[in-house]
């Protein structure tokens, strides 16, 4: 190999040799770096991938962790290496940067930890979607538009004929149209023409002509001809987006930039410049170290451009208003910053800052600062000299004690944002009142108890999610609160709260609501669900301002009766312990006004009620009543509302309905599934059909048999759209995977993409079987199957993300005692819950921010920006997701892991995406489906719970029912001893062998075929098939000379692996003497006399006899089979099961080599279902395999018992009628014992198994 230097190997190659390979293999620090070329950047970087650059675009650099990047520059003969990430910015490498050390530790922070993994996925090309190594700068065409726009053309000053057309040098940059000499462009005059507020006109006498114009009175134009259409829609589209602006902006944002070109320093209009998500420099020409030039610049925005230090010649631009240095890394501010005495807005978030400059005081008409996501541990005390300043934004730092003193004597701030920090307790210095604060937000924080009751005049607080168990505040002023999801037990405000308009105390563990919540004379919302009240007070109910009362997922047992009318609009009682409403409830008051006149939503759902009061039919503005889940059964008088819309009214005991005459005209839905009692007539449902959404029970389709599933597991998939215009969930479900030894279910939720979701349940499937055939440690395959699916995303991946989740079962080989072990892989909000001993299992995690601390703290510790609705960067509330690659590092594919042995405990498994468990908890979602025959039923019921609930979202479910229990075990189990560790037993005697059975109607379709030919015929002409039997001895030992058939709850030891393809057959009927119809009544050709015809291609399997009754005794003293017998194989004939007289087999010896030559030889343990599956066989002694896939019907080809007939014969496919005689010749020519004379044949039936 050619090498340059001790470490760089191998230039312009495009693919791997096996040279390279074994160079890489002698060290994982080996690797190559894939170098783009400049010709590949022309097109967008969104359009075109990575596999599609030729060879001469794209070749391999074989280097190591230690190669600088000038090493590669040297050989590659390169000023510079580039770096592209995510398909979007690109930047230059310092020389000495390392490139392939950047590479690997990119995949280490992805999840990777297997070094010789890592050295693998470096060198996979697919990874150029998420980062990419160019030899130049890629530059696509439309930034080159937006950053500088310049050309040669024909170019006449005015409108009129007194110039002429003369050839100048034309730019196009910022604000301005600059029109210079060709020969003296940089020294001679130049003419700049200002086009903010001007005109773009097109030159209607000259083809591809614009005529730019400045504004003002005294505005002069210049006529460009362009040569070319291109050129002149370029210049056109550009040049528009300039004189549209009324203030002089340049946006040059998320251009990877080093410095702005030189012409833009001729715009000296500009009032705000962009320059957001770069690579600014500072000591370039065009740097940031010349931006005092712009002599009348207000605004900068220079955020994400990874300074790392403050560049301090910004300060010497005195017109700055409005600055933002956010995510630059800083660890300081210089005190120069203070010589910025006109910046009102300065914006330091996501950086490393721990203190301000006292210099920063000096800044008087500073009125916002933000310094949210820094490391903070207290409050800076410049905010004391910054008497502008009204609000404290500092969020996400590291505030652990909070000084209530300290905000007193900052008495011009009024607003404090300290969420997601460390707040553990609160300060009061004395006991004087702060009079200042109006607003405090102290959400996600450590905080146990809080005491603001001297912030006499706060209006609003923000506490949820602490771990607060008592709350005091002032309620002179207080308009709303905000403490959901805390430890609540007592909440004090003192005085009665008389502005408090909104108050929602939900998921706490409040046992009553607070009386001065009863005594609050303008409230308005009332939310105090998902706690343990037993009752509603009365003076709740009686408020004459509440509008909305939320006591749902309580302990209440009954409702008051009212007395007065009161506006309440949204009564949500759900979930409850209710029997009965109370008869007045929707009556009349005195006044003669009805008690709830206006209400509109009325949620009774989850309770016990058994009718809904008459009186409900004088709320005449409800528009929604949903009262699923009860034991209703009358239908309310509803349908006589006029504005009802929507009635929910499923899983109730209705069995009829009483409709009106004529329904209302808004009647959009009406659910009445789950009521099985509930009979509707045609004419109801005609009556229905104007309905948008009638949702009813269907009924069950006649029982038609499909493809056999596996024995242990069976799934059902239900996804509802809701009220969204499309679908972004979508799932996998494969029963039957890695050739039938597990099953893999999936859930992928895309949110608000449908793209990312559809390619994952394409590929996932697929990329797990792969690993999990490298690697046999679950955690480790099941990893790797999401960091490589992350891969396989490619372009799509770049901007979009979606939640994974991936269940895996398969046969646990780590502790033989269990049959199979779970495996759960998730990212993003998507879960599974396991249902064992009736009791939720949890087997996934939620990456939210808002659920997971840690990851919101490993979030914050990499800066990034948490909006105040908790989404990173304001686009997901997720940590992990598969995808939104640009999001790195904060957004990371690994996924939580975790695997669980399956017992015969565990009844089911419950996928879901975020939709689905935000309305329902594990414990009702598991009660709910634990009886549900039907799994596709039991998904169902799922989904339309969670609309019932309020979910207007995209919602899926899926349910997998387990069967791992003994009594989905198909082992030879009669009698039969199990095997040791060391191997099978040499001898089993069976004492008192059951009689032959048929089959069970769970394990298949069990079936007899009765015959006249002879045990020697029909071993004959099925030689090839029954071939695949194992070696075995005759009857007369008593033993068990084959291994046991076992299943895969008892897994035996086999020395080696083997595999077989599913046998098939089919079946057809033309009219059977058991009196079963059929479609065709003519005679067909081939049909014996009882009018049966039936095709096989099966798997014979001839076996040692169960009925012993007849057969002769076993001699003490039997020798047992030597190893010469097992290994030489032998065939026994088949009996006649449906025979009056009983015998056994003969033998029949065959040399096991040709044996294995028979196709139907690759499995001598047990069948392969169509889903994969290796199933054992049936415990008989000759069995005629016959796949699962065979069509049957309703009735059933063998519903009624096989009819003996003498003429039945066993039909022989044309194509297997020459292999059949040579079998036959050859098992003549190998039989030692004489042909059996025609009595000895009646004398010896043959029994057939035939297992479906």
């Known amino acids: 190999m050619k090498r340059n230097g001790s470490r760089n190997c191998l230039n312009r190659r495009s693919r791997f040799g096996s040279r390279e390979r074994d160079w890489l293999r002698e060290d994982v620090k080996r690797g190559c770096v894939y170098l783009y070329g400049a ?7 969104t359009t075109t991938s990575s596999a599609s650059s030729s060879s001469s675009d794209l070749h391999l650099v074989l280097c190591t962790v230690e190669t600088p990047a000038s090493e590669i520059c040297a050989g590659e003969g390169r000023e510079s290496l580039y770096l592209q990430l995510h398909g979007d910015l690109v930047r230059r490498l310092e020389p000495t940067e390392r490139p392939l050390q950047i590479v690997y530790d990119y995949l280490s922070r992805l999840g990777f930890d297997d070094p010789a993994r890592i050295q693998e996925e470096a060198a996979n090309p697919d990874l150029g979607c998420m980062l990419r190594f160019y030899g130049e700068k890629p530059c696509q065409m439309d930034h080159l538009d937006r950053i500088l726009l310049s050309g040669i053309y024909n170019v006449r000053k005015g409108k009129t004929q007194l110039h002429k057309w003369a050839e100048r040098l034309v730019v196009l940059c910022g604000t301005c149209l600059i029109v210079s000499s060709v020969k003296d462009c940089q020294t001679g005059k130049m003419h700049i023409l200002p086009l903010v507020g001007g005109k773009v006109e097109e030159v209607k006498r000259r083809q591809y002509s614009l005529a730019f114009s400045s504004a003002g009175a005294q505005a002069q134009t210049y006529l460009v001809s362009f040569e070319t259409l291109a050129e002149y829609q370029r210049w056109q589209r550009q040049a528009s987006k300039v004189v549209s602006q009324r203030i002089s902006t340049v946006d040059l944002s998320c251009h990877s930039l080093e410095e702005v ?20 420099q500072l000591e370039r020409p065009g740097g940031l170290d010349t931006f005092y030039k712009f002599s009348q610049l207000k605004g900068l925005n220079l955020s994400h451009n990874k300074l790392g230090s403050f560049p301090v010649l910004l300060c010497e631009i005195p017109t700055l208003t409005e600055l933002n240095l956010s995510c630059n890394g800083f660890h300081d501010l210089p005190s120069q910053i203070g010589s910025l005495l006109n910046l009102q807005t300065l914006c330091l978030d996501g950086n490393f800052l721990t203190a301000l400059p006292e210099e920063l005081g000096n800044l008087q008409q500073l009125s916002s600062l933000g310094i949210s996501f820094n490391n903070f541990s207290q409050i800076p005390e410049v905010y004391e000299k910054l008497t502008m300043l009204d609000k404290v934004f500092m969020a996400g730092n590291r505030v652990e004690v909070l000084n209530l003193g300290v905000l007193k004597r900052m008495s011009h701030v009024k607003h404090v944002d300290l969420r997601m920090n460390h707040l553990k307790t609160m300060i009061i210095e004395n006991l004087e009142g702060n009079k200042y604060i109006t607003h405090m937000d102290l959400r996600d924080n450590r905080l146990t108890d809080l005491d603001l009751s001297s912030l006499c005049n706060l209006e609003q607080l923000h506490c949820e999610r602490n771990q607060l168990r008592e709350l005091t505040l002032s309620g002179f002023s207080l308009r709303t609160l905000y403490a959901n999801s805390n430890r609540l037990t007592t909440v004090n ?22 009386d001065w919540a009863c005594e609050a004379k303008k409230i308005e919302i009332l939310d105090v669900s998902y706690n343990l009240l037993t009752e509603v007070p009365m003076r709740i109910l009686s408020s004459l301002s509440l509008r909305k009362l939320m006591v749902g997922h309580n302990h209440v047992q009954s409702l008051p009766t009212l007395v007065e009318h009161i506006p309440l609009e949204v009564l949500d009682v759900q979930h409850n312990l209710l029997t009965r409403l109370p008869d007045t409830l929707f009556s009349k008051a005195l006044n003669k006004l009805n008690k709830l006149e206006q209400l509109e939503e009325l949620n009774l759902s989850g309770n016990k009620l058994k009718t809904i009061p008459t009186t409900i039919a004088n709320c005449k503005r409800l528009h929604t009543l949903v009262a699923h889940s009860n034991h209703i059964s009358i239908f309310p008088e509803i349908l006589q509302l006029p504005q009802i819309q929507f009635v929910d009214l499923s899983c109730n005991d209705l069995t009829e309905i009483l409709i009106p005459e004529a329904l209302p005209a808004t009647l959009q839905d009406l659910d009445l599934t789950g009521n099985t009692n509930l009979v509707l007539e045609h004419k109801t449902l005609d009556t229905f059909s104007h309905i948008t959404t009638l949702k009813i029970d269907q009924k069950p389709l006649p029982t038609t048999d499909s493809t056999v599933t596996s024995t242990f597991w069976s799934h059902g998939l239900a996804e509802m759209a809701g009220q969204r215009n499309k679908l972004c969930v979508s799932a996998l479900a494969v029963d039957n995977f890695a050739e039938g030894v597990g099953a893999v279910y999936g859930m992928f939720d895309g949110d608000r993409n449908e793209e990312l979701p559809r390619l994952l349940q394409c590929t996932m499937a697929d990329v797990l079987l792969e690993e999990v055939q490298q690697s046999t440690n679950d955690t480790v395959f099941m990893a790797n199957t999401f960091l490589v699916s992350h891969r396989k995303l490619g372009m799509a991946g770049q901007k979009l993300g979606c939640s994974a989740l991936l269940c895996y079962i398969r046969p646990d080989t780590a502790d033989p005692m269990n049959s199979f072990s779970l495996t759960v892989a998730n990212v993003g909000t998507c879960q599974a819950v396991l249902c064992r001993g009736g009791k939720p299992v949890p087997l996934s995690k939620v990456f939210s921010l808002e659920q997971d601390p840690e990851e919101a703290q490993r979030v914050k510790d990499q800066k990034a920006i948490i909006t105040e609705d908790n989404k990173v960067n304001g686009v997901t509330c997720c940590t992990r997701l598969l995808g939104c690659t640009y999001l790195y590092p904060w957004i990371l594919p690994k996924p939580h892991i975790s695997s669980t042995p399956l017992t015969i405990q565990d009844e089911l498994l419950i996928l879901g995406n975020k939709a689905l468990w935000e309305h329902l908890s594990y414990t009702e979602a598991v009660n709910a489906v634990r009886h549900v025959q039907d799994p596709l039923a039991a998904a169902k019921k ?89 070696n075995t001895v005759g009857l007369d030992a008593g033993l068990l000379p084959r291994p046991e058939r076992r299943c895969s709850l008892h897994p035996a030891p086999t020395s080696g692996v083997f595999q077989r393809q599913p046998s098939c057959a089919t079946f057809s009927s033309n009219q059977s003497d058991n009196g079963l119809d059929s479609d065709d009544d003519q005679p067909v050709e081939g049909v014996i006399t009882n009018g049966s015809k039936v095709e096989v291609e099966v798997d014979i399997h001839c076996c040692r006899g169960r009925d012993l009754e007849n057969s002769p005794t076993l001699p003490e003293n039997s020798p047992a089979p030597c190893p010469e017998d097992r290994s030489r194989g032998s065939l026994f004939g088949i009996r006649r099961q449906n025979s009056v007289n009983s015998g056994i087999l003969l033998p029949v010896s065959k040399d096991r080599t040709e044996l294995q030559k028979s196709p139907s030889t690759s499995c001598l343990y047990g069948k392969k279902l169509s889903n994969g599956s290796i199933v054992p066989l049936e415990d008989s002694l000759n069995l005629i395999e016959v796949a699962t896939e065979a069509p049957k019907k309703k009735t059933g080809y063998f519903a009624a018992p096989t009819q003996l007939e003498p003429e039945d014969q066993f039909v022989i496919p044309r194509d297997l009628e020459e292999e059949v005689k040579e079998q036959m010749k050859h098992h003549q020519e190998s039989r030692h014992e004489p042909e059996p004379s025609e009595e000895d044949r009646t004398e010896l039936p043959e029994e057939f198994d035939t297992a479906l």
């Not at 010709?39 to 970087?45: K, L, S, V, Y």
């Not at 003192?494 to 607070?514: D, I």
């Not at 040499?986 to 394990?1003: F, G, H, L, V």
């Open 39 to 45: 010709d590949t950047t022309t097109a967008t970087t």
């Open 942 to 1030: 799922l989904c339309t719970l969670s609309q019932s609930y309020g979910c207007q979202d995209n919602v899926g479910a899926m349910v997998v029912y387990l069967n791992i229990g003994e009594e989905g075990c198909t082992c030879e189990m009669n009698g039969l001893t199990l095997p040791g560790p060391m191997g099978f037993a040499s001898t089993t005697i069976i004492k008192d062998p059951p009689k032959p059975t048929t089959p069970s109607s769970s394990s298949g379709i069990a079936s007899e075929f009765s015959s006249e030919m002879s045990t020697s015929e029909v071993s004959s002409e099925v030689g090839s098939t029954a071939s695949d039997e194992h």
């Open 261 to 280: 070109p030189e012409h833009l320093f001729y715009s000296q209009d500009i009032t705000y410049l962009n320059l957001r998500h770069n690579f600014m």
């Open 493 to 514: 405000v003192y005085p009665v709260p008389s502005l408090l308009t909104s108050l929602e105390l939900s998921r706490n563990l409040l046992e009553c609501v607070p």
